[in-house]
């Protein structure tokens, strides 16, 4: 997978807000060499994609009968029209994980996209299915 927008240098804190350095936490699940045992880590993970501008692992690690619900063009243009600020996970329980995403597009006002992701675990590896919003 390619880090062709937005690189981090390995030795700087983690995007996803844990206090491991970003190559001994997301950046290993990112580049492929492991695989997140818990759906928690799969979203910090994700969260870590975005602010990278890794779209090849957003796709990847979306579960392959929900890709077709996702557009790349517009996961893309999202993902590299922000800035990521913070991750906040409010609760993770089983499959289901609900977070804060604190970013800002532009020259906008920080915004939050408040999120209940279900994963799904297929072959020994956890997918991304689904997020809705909590408020809804």
Not at 20 to 40: H, L, V, Y
């Amino acid at each position: 997978m390619s880090s062709k927008f937005r690189v981090k240098m390995s030795n700087t804190p983690c995007y996803c807000g844990n206090p491991a350095t970003f190559s001994e936490c997301c950046q290993r699940f990112i580049s492929g060499k492991e695989f997140p045992e818990t759906p928690e880590q799969l979203m910090r993970s994700r969260y870590s994609a975005y602010a990278a501008g890794e779209i090849d692992y957003v796709i990847d690690s979306t579960h392959p009968s929900a890709r077709k619900f996702y557009s790349r063009t517009e996961i893309e243009r999202w993902m590299l029209s922000n800035k990521w600020l913070k991750l906040e996970i409010i609760k993770s329980d089983g499959a289901l994980v609900e977070f804060k995403a604190h970013f800002v597009e532009g020259l906008k006002s920080p915004e939050i996209h408040h999120e209940r992701s279900t994963f799904q675990k297929e072959n020994e590896r956890w997918y991304f299915l689904d997020g809705i919003d909590p408020n809804y």
